[in-house]
Nanobody, 126 residues
Framework: LMCSCRRGGGLVQPGGSLRLSCEAR????????VGWFRQAPGKEREGLSC????????YYGGAVKGRFTLFRDNVKKTIDLRMDNLKIEDTAVYYC???????????????????RGKGTLVTVSS
């Protein structure tokens, strides 16, 4: 799995937007649930969002609900996380993950999925 940022890398001002992409080689993400989690310096991992493969249902953690949107880009074959109204506390390394399952793990346990990307740093700073 590879996680990458679009549009200008990982530095953004508070209130700004950023879009992260998750793409895979050797794994067809169309068939598996894909989740995103993050880890800020000195903090525990936090599940952010996940999308089922079959029914397309998406789930969001409380800290990002209403600001982040997870969707499948069927043209580019990626799972993208659009982040709006970014806050300084959103600064973290962001990871995407997947496993051999069509449904997202319960209770935001996305960092427990078997396959994960190396992560990409998002810095929100003025």
């Amino acid at each position: 799995l590879m996680c990458s940022c679009r549009r200008g890398g990982g530095l953004v001002q508070p209130g700004g937007s950023l879009r992260l992409s998750c793409e895979a080689r050797g794994i067809d993400l169309d068939y598996y649930a894909v989740g995103w989690f993050r880890q800020a310096p000195g903090k525990e991992r936090e599940g952010l969002s996940c999308i089922n493969s079959r029914d397309g249902n998406t789930y969001y953690g409380g800290a990002v609900k209403g600001r982040f949107t997870l969707f499948r880009d069927n043209v580019k074959k990626t799972i993208d996380l659009r982040m709006d109204n970014l806050k300084i506390e959103d600064t973290a390394v962001y990871y995407c993950a997947t496993d051999h399952t069509s449904h997202c793990p319960p209770a935001g346990d996305y960092d427990g999925m078997r396959y994960r990307g190396k992560g990409t740093l998002v810095t929100v700073s003025s």
